[in-house]
């Protein structure tokens, strides 16, 4: 009877781990920007409530549906760092304006900043053009550009503390699958926004091509 036990014991421990790896084999597909490889393994896979929801989360907020991925995120008991993000971000920037262009989708916060639209979304298309080969990059969707009100909102949106930011002078960072500027308007002399803009998308093409797999030294180097 012991034995039986045991053999039972055994194998609900092994379902457990199995089902644990599986999660973390998920999550990480989001994180590599797999994005279509994990959507696919999602409903193939067993996982508890938390962990679906999760997974669903953080996966519609990779893909920039912040409204679906609120939803699931805020049926969370515990939110983590991403969690917390995306809600930030859809209660944010689901009141900002949109602007398209060819291969991108630039989300900015009011009519001040429009006028900045033209010279960036020319600045990012030539720099697709150009750069999209060097990298060996091709678009198969619209990239995410958000353009935010000030270093508090940029803190808000990712994971580097308000502090950190204000002492690095931080104005802009490529995470999420999306390229985040803070508005040139936010410098006192404004900033080289296109340029900074550009050296992103560089970021955003490394971790795409390499599914994140790419050292921050390598990342730095190549995108100055």
Not at 56 to 76: H, I, P, V
Not at 124 to 148: H, N, Q, S, Y
Request: aromatic letters at 12%; glycine letters at 4%.
């Amino acid at each position: 009877m012991s034995r039986i036990l045991f053999l039972i014991f055994f194998l609900f421990l092994g379902q457990l781990m199995a089902q644990e790896l599986s999660f973390s084999a998920v999550d990480n597909m989001i994180d590599e920007l797999e994005l279509d490889k994990a959507e696919q393994s999602i409903d193939k896979v067993v996982f508890g409530t938390e962990e679906i929801l999760y997974l669903k989360g953080k996966l519609e907020f990779f893909r920039g549906r912040y409204k679906e991925a609120n939803s699931y995120f805020s049926q969370l008991k515990n939110k983590d760092y991403v969690a917390r993000c995306a809600i930030n971000a859809y209660e944010m920037v689901s009141k900002f304006r949109r602007y398209e262009s060819s291969n991108f989708i630039v989300y900015y916060p009011n009519e001040r900043e429009e006028i900045y639209l033209e010279y960036l979304v020319s600045g990012l298309e030539d720099g697709l053009k150009t750069l999209g080969t060097i990298f060996g990059f091709e678009a198969k969707e619209k990239i995410r550009v958000e353009i935010l009100k000030d270093q508090a909102d940029l803190s808000s949106l990712t994971t580097l503390p308000a502090e950190a930011i204000e002492k690095t002078n931080t104005i802009a960072i490529t995470k999420f699958n999306k390229i985040m500027l803070s508005s040139p308007a936010t410098q006192i002399e404004g900033y080289d926004y296109v340029n900074t803009a550009v050296h992103e998308l560089i970021h955003y093409m490394i971790s795409t091509v390499t599914n994140e797999r790419t050292p921050v030294w390598i990342h730095e180097a190549l995108a100055r």
